[in-house]
Nanobody, 124 residues
Framework: QVQLVESGGGLVQAGGSLRLACAAS????????MGWFRQAPGKEREFVTA????????GYADSVKGRFTISRDNAKNTLYLQMNSLKVEDTAVYYC?????????????????WGQGTQVTVSS
């Protein structure tokens, strides 16, 4: 019902920046909240940041506060993640997710749709 496609990943040196995008198609009105999660090799997928439909409410994991910024453009059906001051420990596959109803939450299980992920690699 909703398809999500991430883009913008790549290789960057520590201290650099990347901007990820997530294009949504299908029942885009069913994306009341959207978020970014990441999964490093050998580790569980973890919450990074999320945003409600209006863009007025956002939340961030402590590890990325002050460095990452989430935003969405509903007219373009696109979610963004601006990542600054990247660290080696930010290396992971980054996933876009959408929740059908309600505001943003941090639980992975609360999200209904997922993209296939985009690789972000930060070198020292």
């Amino acid at each position: 019902q909703v398809q999500l496609v991430e883009s913008g990943g790549g290789l960057v040196q520590a201290g650099g920046s990347l901007r990820l995008a997530c294009a949504a198609s299908g029942r885009t009105f069913s994306t009341s909240a959207m978020g970014w999660f990441r999964q490093a090799p050998g580790k569980e997928r973890e919450f990074v940041t999320a945003i409600d439909w209006s863009g007025g409410i956002t939340g961030y994991a402590d590890s990325v506060k002050g460095r990452f910024t989430i935003s969405r453009d509903n007219a373009k059906n696109t979610l963004y993640l601006q990542m600054n001051s990247l660290k080696v420990e930010d290396t992971a596959v980054y996933y876009c997710a959408a929740r059908r109803f309600g505001s943003y939450v941090r639980r992975l299980e609360a999200y209904d749709y997922w993209g296939q992920g985009t690789q972000v690699t930060v070198s020292s």
